[in-house]
């Protein structure tokens, strides 16, 4: 890979992994994050930079190489390749999810491909896409349906973990619910005289283990309580939970919903109560890692001293959405290992970990990796109709 673009401004890109973790944005409000990465656009001179695109803290770079090849050509013509950062944190815990990783990947990788395919003369469109929200609000879907995918070809992105992972991994749908519960207040020695909102939710709570003896393995729920009164001598008129629902891919994922809202309305009518039950999150699908894609991923990581568990291992990885952008474009979303000494993602020490220089080689390699991926479709027309023809396949089989 070219790296002289790159290695020019790569203590700018370390500069700026440490910015977005010293100052930890969450969901949609990422306003900070998102100048810091324009702003280094704009400031080095480096591609076409649109501020808050299509959302208030998304963005969107892009630079089409080939050295002055494309001045009359088409863009519907043109291969484009779209790569994601993401920078938003975790309430209370910061970037223990290393999106401040995850943002500089996405710009090494760019500027890395833009400076490989400027040198060999091909011509492409090469696009960033500041991507808000993954944590609970889904920025990816919001912007693909907002139009952001029109014209993209192949999507890339990759993100921390304690592990290098690629094309064994399985990641889940989610749907995240608030259930409030609404009762009415008397005081704690005449109970009779209310109805409990936490009782409500007590039930519904344990409604929802019941639950778990019919839900696959593959499925999770998760909840914690959000309001459960104000004072043990006032019963309480309000209790609040909230859920996060996971399946394999979205079609399963509808009849846990269902269930679950049954265990809701359970929970409020054996205590008289009423129940409001409300979206959290819009549902995010299970990625689907391209497989042409993913094997020149994992080549080139292998390449550079990374390596990956044996194909019979199928991990976990949570969910992301990410996934809702592989069922539209060919894409990939790996994990590369950072040295957390084996911390969980969205764990005090996972964060730690995210902020220290050997966390921010790592990035580089797998930006890397990345970029190399996406060079190797657009130099082989053969690679590149094998990878659509694998995309297409999928949703055929």
């Known amino acids: 890979m070219a790296h002289d673009l790159f290695e020019t401004h790569r203590k700018d890109l370390h500069d700026l992994s440490d910015t977005i973790w010293h100052n930890p944005e969450l969901a949609f409000e990422e306003r900070a994050a998102h100048d810091s990465i324009t702003d280094f656009f704009v400031k080095a001179g480096i591609g076409t930079v649109t501020k808050n695109y299509l959302l208030e803290t998304a963005f969107k770079v892009e630079y089409v190489t080939g050295k002055g090849s494309n001045k009359n050509t088409d863009k519907k013509e043109i291969p484009c390749v779209a790569f994601f950062s993401e920078y938003d944190a975790l309430p209370g815990i910061g970037h223990a999810c290393g999106h401040n990783l995850i943002a500089v990947v996405g710009v090494a990788a760019f500027l890395k491909l833009i400076v490989a395919l400027d040198q060999i003369g091909i011509l492409a469109r090469v696009v960033l896409l500041g991507s808000p929200g ?7 879907i919001w912007l693909k349906q907002k139009g952001a995918l029109e014209g993209v ?15 064994n991994t399985i990641t889940q749908s989610i749907k995240r619910l608030k259930a409030t519960f609404h009762g009415e207040n008397a005081h704690g020695t005449t109970p009779w005289r209310g109805r409990n909102a936490l009782d ?26 959000t309001d459960g009164g104000k004072a043990p001598n006032i019963i309480p008129d309000r209790a ?23 265990c809701f309305k359970a929970g409020a009518a054996a205590t008289g109560c009423t129940v409001q039950i409300r979206e959290q999150s819009v549902a995010y699908d299970s ?9 020149i991923y ?30 539209v474009v060919p894409a990939i979303h790996p994990w590369f290992r950072i040295p957390c000494n084996n911390a969980p993602g969205h764990s005090v020490p996972f964060a730690e970990a995210a902020k220290s220089d050997d966390s921010f080689v790592s990035a580089m390699d797998s930006a890397d990796g990345l970029a190399y991926t996406a060079l190797e479709v657009l130099k082989n027309k053969e690679l590149f109709e094998e990878m659509k023809k694998t995309f297409t396949e999928t949703w055929n089989s």
């Open 134 to 140: 993954e944590e609970g609000g889904g920025g990816k």
């Open 153 to 167: 070809d192949l999507a890339l992105m990759s993100h921390p973990a304690s592990r290098t992972l690629c094309l």
């Open 200 to 225: 409500a939710a007590v039930l519904a709570y344990s409604n929802i283990n019941a639950l778990r003896h019919w839900m696959h393995p593959s499925m999770r729920a998760h909840g914690i309580f």
């Open 240 to 262: 609040e939970l909230l859920f996060y629902f996971r399946a394999p891919n979205k079609r399963e994922l509808q009849p846990l919903l269902d269930r679950a809202e049954e």
């Open 287 to 295: 990625v689907v890692q391209n497989p042409v894609l993913g094997r």
């Open 298 to 327: 994992e080549e080139r990581m292998e390449a550079l001293g990374y390596k990956f568990p044996p194909k019979t291992e199928r991990p976990f990885r949570g969910s992301t959405d990410m996934g809702d952008v592989s069922r």
